[in-house]
């Protein structure tokens, strides 16, 4: 494990947010409100490579709970806290998944995905126009976090090391077993969970 120094633990859907400033005609190409969120559909999913192909886009570690756990960090490095915070999660085994770590890591957060060799990486498309956002999040390997990854050894050694712990309301349709795992063990050591 690297130098996690166990303060914030998160668990979650991790997604690859594409950004991008887009015009209205994106927004209508894809039967997109300004403003809004949705879960992708069939016909959203060619937007994430036309952000690439045709916009000036950018990669942000996404996803509810990696984003607050990433605001966490950037707090508590503010404060001279380093090393403080760590996260997990299902990522496919592709390029988006190196691209999430590399983000997160940057960010200062330790990263433990569960990897799914069979399911791409999530991500969301965030349209952003006039200062106004609309986010289209394909969950993919996000859906697929398992209980068994909590029994790795790098695994029990960040949820040990952990002194509070965030999971969004997010992860309940993907693993209770795992919410379940981490709770009971905030609950036998005394330690808080959100």
């Given at each position: 494990?690297?130098?996690?120094?166990?303060?914030?633990m998160g668990?979650?859907?991790?997604?690859l947010d594409?950004s991008a400033?887009?015009?209205q005609?994106?927004?209508?190409k894809?039967?997109v409100?300004?403003?809004?969120?949705?879960?992708a559909?069939e016909?959203?999913?060619?937007?994430?490579?036309e952000?690439?192909d045709?916009?000036?886009?950018?990669?942000i570690?996404?996803?509810?709970?990696?984003?607050?756990?990433?605001?966490?960090?950037w707090?508590l490095?503010k404060a001279g806290?380093?090393?403080n915070?760590?996260?997990?999660g299902?990522?496919?085994s592709?390029n988006y998944a190196?691209t999430?770590?590399?983000?997160a890591?940057k960010?200062?957060v330790?990263?433990?995905?569960?990897k799914d060799?069979?399911?791409p990486?999530?991500t969301?498309?965030?349209?952003v126009?006039?200062?106004?956002r609309?986010?289209?999040?394909?969950?993919?390997?996000a859906?697929n976090?398992?209980?068994s990854h909590?029994?790795t050894?790098?695994?029990?050694a960040?949820?040990s090391?952990?002194?509070?712990y965030y999971?969004?309301g997010?992860?309940l349709?993907?693993?209770v077993?795992?919410?379940v795992i981490v709770?009971?063990?905030?609950i036998?050591?005394e330690?808080l969970?959100?």
């Amino acid at each position: 494990m690297s130098e996690f120094k166990g303060l914030l633990m998160g668990m979650g859907n991790p997604l690859l947010d594409i950004s991008a400033e887009v015009g209205q005609d994106m927004l209508d190409k894809y039967e997109v409100k300004l403003d809004s969120a949705i879960l992708a559909e069939e016909k959203h999913i060619p937007i994430y490579q036309e952000l690439l192909d045709k916009y000036d886009a950018g990669f942000i570690a996404g996803g509810a709970t990696q984003n607050s756990i990433r605001v966490a960090q950037w707090m508590l490095t503010k404060a001279g806290l380093t090393n403080n915070t760590a996260f997990m999660g299902c990522v496919g085994s592709d390029n988006y998944a190196k691209t999430l770590e590399e983000c997160a890591s940057k960010d200062g957060v330790l990263t433990h995905y569960m990897k799914d060799e069979s399911t791409p990486t999530g991500t969301c498309a965030v349209l952003v126009k006039d200062g106004e956002r609309s986010l289209i999040a394909n969950l993919a390997a996000a859906n697929n976090f398992k209980k068994s990854h909590l029994e790795t050894p790098e695994a029990e050694a960040i949820y040990s090391a952990a002194k509070f712990y965030y999971i969004a309301g997010f992860f309940l349709t993907v693993s209770v077993e795992s919410l379940v795992i981490v709770a009971e063990h905030a609950i036998a050591n005394e330690r808080l969970s959100v």
